[in-house]
């Protein structure tokens, strides 16, 4: 083995491989660190959400069963009963058999197999939609459009009622 040399290169990484992923690893901390330290906008939307779900889901059941369906709104939670009483007896079942079951919905409702969705503690509503039904044909007896604004941290999101026609955005 005359003439040949063995090149060893030495284990490890160099200080501008470390001073890249450190960088890279900041980037990355900042962005993922701002989604998870505030969740009142993601509540708001998952909320915003829920409530078009009963509206709609609340119409449709009108339609289908050629009945009416009361929606009973305060500043905690949106339901659907098949009565303005909305009793025991009256409640709608939601879709699958139960509803979302958050502590929210499940200290606003109770009943986890209501068409029912509580409002989450770190989100807030301008207002309600009071009481309201979907007859037969999906309309309401509104007289006119109704929206309620749920707010998180800055983010705000709209549910509106068309009168006449039922339609939910």
């Known amino acids: 083995m005359y003439g040949y040399r063995v090149h060893l290169r030495p284990f490890g990484f160099t200080m501008v491989e470390m001073v890249v992923v450190i960088v890279v690893l900041g980037i990355v901390s900042a962005i993922g660190v701002g989604r998870f330290m505030g969740r009142s906008d993601l509540d708001a939307r998952a909320y915003a959400d829920q409530m078009r779900s009963v509206l709609r889901f609340a119409q449709k059941t009108a339609i289908a069963q050629r009945r009416n369906i009361h929606i009973i709104s305060d500043a905690n939670k949106i339901a659907a009963c098949y009565t303005a009483a ?7 079942w939601a879709p699958g058999g139960h509803n979302s079951q958050s502590s929210a919905t499940q200290a606003a409702c109770g009943n986890a197999a209501w068409l029912c969705e509580g409002r989450p503690s770190s989100a807030t509503a301008n207002s309600s ?5 979907f007859n037969s044909s999906g309309a309401t007896n509104l007289a ?19 009168a006449g026609t039922g339609y939910v955005y």
């Not at 909305?86 to 709608?92: F, H, N």
């Not at 939609?129 to 039904?133: K, T």
């Open 144 to 162: 006119a459009d109704a929206s309620v604004q749920i707010s998180g941290n800055g983010g705000v999101q709209t549910v509106t009622v068309v």
């Open 129 to 133: 939609f009071g009481a309201f039904l």
């Open 86 to 92: 909305c009793g025991a007896g009256d409640l709608v």
